[in-house]
């Protein structure tokens, strides 16, 4: 849980450092860079004397200090690479100082903030918000509480430092967590949060991981203590089987990773997946413990990745994680794919060809299907072997003239394949039964459209765009042009050849083409009352519910950062709509 994310700050942190000098960026020669080799520096921002990006000293000393400030009319952003803290920048506004201190041990600089006041040997700590937008909680010997009380009353987005270095444990009420983790606290741990007020939940961002060998735990982890854990194995610190709890915290985090020379077993035990969970060197797996499933879900694991002129005999071997994928292309080809005779429920084969020609793919239970140029297919193992978990549909790609007038001929294809590239990654990762396919790129503007509406009318009869659907035999299309409108498609919750198309305007982003194929295949926008929504959530809203994160919805999802249910039965289901019309769309043409 270490992603950063970017905030607006509009805090002010004051320590009482002092700055020996002071430092423009007029005298910087406009540049944001701060240099190296001051012990304490103030770097100021005003009207006229102002830049953009920032960026704190690359060779530091230990201890040195550093105090951005502006009265500046522009905001400035302050990059975090370099910076002890779970975001991506720090935006600095009129009014703002923030101080900085140089730790040589973490090799970063930390924010040099007073920690909040801790009455020693206190049973349960309120801490009292200073109002500041990063706040910080200092566990010691001397200023130390059983139990530490965030405060509700905090303006959105206020970020929450709470490490220890105190010789006894302690712990963080959950009560206005995100999830009632376990959220102990011993020497060395350190919390970062970020307070949503639309939730009134703080979230955590990051959490430092509690590291244990497998040897010194055995065979079996019989409890977790932290949120999240890591299960380390190597050469001289191994077991060949591992398993889980058989219970836990509300989503607490289990990561397993490994550098030994000898393959382990992920027990399936407590888990919800049957897939073959091998841990070899350089593997790392991360289960999650979800509450209302009384299981540990599979967050990610790697995956394993074959090109076909590599195997042998022209069959794919045994599975070694959850997902084994096989690539063709002219040079890298096989006439025949054999799939393995040996998996467990689950486990998963992905094929994908660019090769000129058409390959057979085939198991012992009599599967035997044909993967042409440009296709991906999936298969799932199950209780009666190997079966195809996905359809392919073929799409062709319409992209208006204008568009290539704007960005130029190369940027505006490219603009419109990252649209349909991430439609398909979107795909996978919901576990939707479809891949497209691109059969064709048609420079061409629907004639006198003026709005998407127009588009959608005039492109579904178009005989210029429907002959070159017939010709490439396309089940579907997809329109980019410079509208007005940012996104438009036909909502089918039955499918229908005359009325599969969607289209987009460059006035949006590449993720449209994702939203409005949704709406092709029966998916309608969270706060309708179609069969089935998006679901939309202050942390990431779903494909058909704001579109922030690549996930279309589904109650068996889970968000892979902060732990929500992507979905929920019935209407609150995109995934269950598109996988029941999938097969139907396939064969339109």
Not at 19 to 47: C, H, M, W
Not at 52 to 78: C, F, V
Not at 389 to 412: F, H, Q, R, W, Y
Not at 556 to 562: E, R, S, T, V
């Amino acid at each position: 849980m270490n992603k950063k994310i970017t905030f607006l700050l509009m805090g002010c942190l004051m320590s009482g450092v002092v700055a020996s000098r002071v430092l423009t960026p007029n005298q910087n020669q406009q540049s944001g860079q701060i240099p190296s080799g001051y012990a304490e520096l103030e770097f100021k921002l005003g009207d006229g004397n102002w830049t953009k990006q920032i960026y704190l000293p690359n060779n530091p000393k230990n201890n040195d200090k550093i105090r951005i400030s502006s009265t500046a009319g522009y905001a400035a952003y302050l990059d975090t690479s370099n910076i002890d803290i779970p975001l991506e920048s720090i935006q600095i506004n009129r009014g703002n100082t923030f101080d900085f201190i140089y730790s040589e041990s973490l090799k970063k600089w930390r924010i040099n903030s007073t920690p909040s006041a801790i009455v020693d040997n206190s049973s349960v700590q309120n801490i009292v918000s200073n109002q500041q937008i990063i706040q910080r909680v200092h566990l010691r010997d001397g200023a130390w509480a059983k139990k530490i009380v965030l405060p509700s009353d905090v303006a959105n987005n206020t970020v929450m430092l709470i490490e220890s270095d105190a010789g006894r444990d302690s712990s963080i009420d959950t009560t206005n967590l995100l999830f009632s983790s376990n959220f102990n606290l011993k020497k060395g741990d350190r919390y970062w949060f970020v307070f949503n007020q639309r939730l009134k939940k703080w979230v955590p961002e990051y959490i430092k991981p509690r590291q244990l060998n497998v040897s010194s735990v055995g065979t079996q982890l019989n409890k977790t203590d932290s949120p999240l854990t890591e299960i380390i194995f190597g050469d001289g610190n191994w077991v060949s089987q591992f398993t889980l709890p058989s219970s836990a915290y509300d989503r607490d985090r289990v990561i397993v990773k490994s550098t030994a020379t000898w393959e382990a077993t992920i027990s399936n035990q407590n888990i919800n997946t049957s897939a073959t969970l091998k841990l070899n060197r350089g593997d790392r797996y991360e289960f999650m413990f979800v509450k209302e499933l009384a299981k540990w879900i599979l967050v990610s694991a790697p995956e394993r990745v074959i090109q076909a002129k590599d195997l042998n005999n022209q069959k794919v071997p045994d599975p070694k994680q959850p997902v084994t994928r096989v690539k063709l292309a002219n040079g890298n080809w096989q006439s025949v794919i054999n799939l393995t005779d040996r998996a467990q429920i689950n486990d998963k084969i992905i094929i994908s060809s660019g090769a000129t020609w058409s390959s057979t793919i085939q198991a012992s239970n009599n599967l035997r299907q044909t993967i042409q140029t440009g296709e991906t297919q999936r298969f799932v193992y199950t209780s009666q072997g190997w079966q195809a978990d996905s359809s392919t549909i073929d799409m062709l790609l319409v992209s208006s003239p204008a568009v290539a007038e704007k960005l130029g001929a190369n940027a505006a294809k490219i603009r419109l394949i990252e649209g349909f590239d991430l439609t398909n990654v979107s795909a996978e990762n919901s576990n939707a039964k479809f891949y497209l396919r691109n059969v064709g790129y048609l420079q061409y503007k629907t004639p006198g459209s003026k709005t998407l509406n127009n588009v959608l009318d005039i492109g579904r009869v178009d005989k210029v765009i429907q002959n070159e659907r017939n010709r490439l035999k396309a089940d579907a299309i997809y329109y980019e042009g410079d509208e007005e409108g940012c996104g438009l498609a036909y909502l089918l919750v039955n499918p229908n050849s005359n009325y599969m198309i969607g289209s987009g305007s460059i006035n949006c982003g590449i993720t449209v083409l994702r939203h409005e194929f949704g709406h092709n295949m029966g998916v309608d926008h969270h706060d309708t009352a179609g069969p089935a929504r998006g679901l939309e959530h202050p942390l990431g809203s779903t494909i058909m519910g704001g579109n922030s994160i690549s996930y279309f919805s589904s109650p068996d999802l889970f968000h892979p950062k902060y732990g929500y249910q992507l979905g929920g039965t019935n209407d609150r289901d995109a995934v269950t709509m598109i996988n029941k019309n999938a097969k139907a769309v396939s064969l339109f043409k």
